[in-house]
């Protein structure tokens, strides 16, 4: 995606330190948004909405729409993600090698969205849970012994934000998986104990 960009002269970046956020009103205009490094999240807040919701978790690579007026990208980690304009996307899709590129990764992205929202299924918070981490680890996780290591600043309220589960919920859910061996704190770390050929399947 990298290289592709390059042909895009001028376009503009954005740096987000970690823990920063941009909301919609300070965002320059947009079609798409890539994530050239770091790690930055989507949430929304609408009108009436008891609890802002994570939308979506986007690392190197990944494609976003410009937030809507409700939501805001925040950043989890060091991140600089680079503005394609309207203009520069009709540039890259005249481009057969940059709209095949493009295409991959607005379809990985919407294989992560289905995979969020299939989460909602389980009626059980602790399911819930246990496979939002599950799909977290596979995007961005570490290979390490006895499991896949998370370095991202996984609150548990920030988790419920993912789940739809309130703060207290997912404290508990975090206990049970702790309790069965899954999940393991390591510092502001999280270790699950998972084989990197399960979570590949």
Do not use: C, N
Not at 11 to 32: F, V
Not at 36 to 55: D, F, K
Not at 129 to 134: E, G
């Amino acid at each position: 995606m990298s290289r592709l960009l390059d042909r895009l002269e001028g376009a503009p970046t954005l740096a987000l330190p970690a823990g920063s956020t941009r909301t919609a009103a300070r965002m320059p205009e947009a079609a798409l948004l890539v994530v050239e490094e770091g790690i930055v999240l989507v949430s929304s807040l609408r009108p009436g909405a008891s609890r802002r919701m994570v939308i979506t978790v986007a690392g190197p690579g990944s494609v976003l729409l410009q937030p809507a007026p409700e939501e805001r990208l925040e950043a989890l980690a060091d991140s600089w993600v680079t503005v394609v304009s309207p203009g520069a996307l009709r540039e890259l899709l005249a481009l057969p090698e940059a709209a095949a590129v493009l295409v991959d990764a607005l379809a990985a992205e919407l294989r992560e969205r289905q995979e969020s929202l299939g989460h909602f299924s389980s009626v059980r918070h602790v399911e819930r849970v246990r496979d939002k981490l599950l799909q977290l680890a596979r995007d961005h996780g570490k290979v390490v012994p006895g499991g896949v290591r998370l370095d991202l600043p996984l609150t548990h309220e920030r988790v419920g934000e993912m789940v739809g589960s309130a703060r207290e919920t997912v404290t508990w859910a975090f206990a049970e998986l702790a309790r069965e061996g899954f999940v393991s704190r390591e510092g502001r770390a999280y270790r699950l104990a998972v084989s990197p050929e399960a979570l590949a399947s």
